[in-house]
Every structure is written in structure tokens, then in C-alpha cells.
């Protein structure tokens, strides 16, 4: 994907997470980081900077840090998720991403589109629309419309 449709794609999949404008910010910067250290470093493009253990491994690590330090956590943690969706989003292109540094094994998921190519605007739209349709539910859902049936839910399974 251009460093566009990854800015759009993560900060639609972080909007309907309910992450809050800070964390859609920073999941954002993150969506672009895997190419950007390519292109500070110079090196192969979807090599190192596109395993998906090291950011893993730093998102696991900032759930964690968030706990003793919340905002430093919680943004190293949502960059994180921004270069974890970087690498779900190129997954899914017809190249793939490394399963291991320095292997030619890679992950493909789906093989949808390819890069600058109309393919990869249709599945960045699908992905957009989709995100919306999953935020427009989940307010629908905790609207006060849905509260009688939780209420008559509770009274069902917890007597009167």
C-alpha cells in the first residue's frame, strides 16, 4: 500500500476500535513507521522493517509499560498497533510480508490487491466502509433504544 491508503486503512481500524483522537494520531504515525525506517535506512523494502515479532513483541511490552507509566505506554502501544496494521494491510497485497528476516517464506492473506494499482483503492474503501458500519453498530448498540431488552435480559436470567 502507498503511505496514504495505510494512513487512512489504520486510522479507520482505530476510529472503530473507539480509540480516543490521540491514539487514532498515533496508530496513524505507526502505519507509516515500517516503510519509513526503509527509507531513513536504506534498506530492502518488506525485509526487517516488516517482521511482524518486532512489533509484537514492543506492543506486548507497552500494554504492559502502560500500567506503571500511562502515557508513555499507552503511546508506544498504539504506534505499535499502527505498525501491526502496516503489516496486516501489506499481507494482504499479492507480495506479501517476511514470515522470518532473511527468509523468502512470506505471509500472503488473501492476495487483494497490488500496490498503485485500482485493486488497492477498492480494498482500502471496503476496509474504510467496513469500519464504518462496525463504529455506526457499536453506537447503535449502546444507545438507550437497546436498554429495555437488556433489562428484560437481566430480569430473565436473574429473577425479578
Same mark, same amino acid.
Given at each position: 500500500m502507498t503511505w496514504k $491508503? &495505510? %494512513?487512512l486503512v489504520s486510522a479507520a481500524i482505530a476510529y472503530a476500535i473507539g480509540l480516543p483522537l490521540e491514539g487514532i494520531i498515533a496508530v496513524t504515525i505507526g502505519s507509516i513507521t515500517p516503510d519509513f525506517i526503509e527509507f531513513v535506512f536504506k534498506i530492502k523494502h518488506r525485509? *526487517? $522493517?516488516h517482521f511482524w515479532g518486532i512489533y509484537a513483541l514492543v506492543f506486548l511490552f507497552a500494554t504492559y509499560h502502560a500500567l506503571q507509566q500511562p502515557i508513555a505506554g499507552l503511546i508506544i502501544k498504539w504506534t505499535s498497533l499502527g505498525c501491526l496494521l502496516h503489516l496486516f494491510e501489506d499481507a494482504m497485497s499479492k507480495a506479501g510480508i517476511p514470515m522470518f528476516p532473511g527468509t523468502f517464506k512470506r505471509i500472503k492473506l488473501g492476495q487483494l490487491y497490488k500496490t498503485k494499482y485500482p485493486s488497492e483503492a477498492i480494498v482500502v #474503501?471496503? +476496509? +474504510? *466502509? #467496513?469500519c464504518g458500519l *462496525? %463504529?455506526?453498530i457499536k453506537i447503535y448498540? &449502546?444507545?438507550d433504544t437497546w436498554q429495555p431488552v437488556i433489562l428484560f435480559w437481566d430480569?430473565?436470567? &436473574?429473577?425479578m
Open positions: $491508503s &495505510h %494512513k525485509g *526487517v $522493517s #474503501l471496503a +476496509i +474504510i *466502509v #467496513l *462496525v %463504529k455506526a448498540l &449502546h444507545t430480569m430473565i436470567n &436473574h429473577g
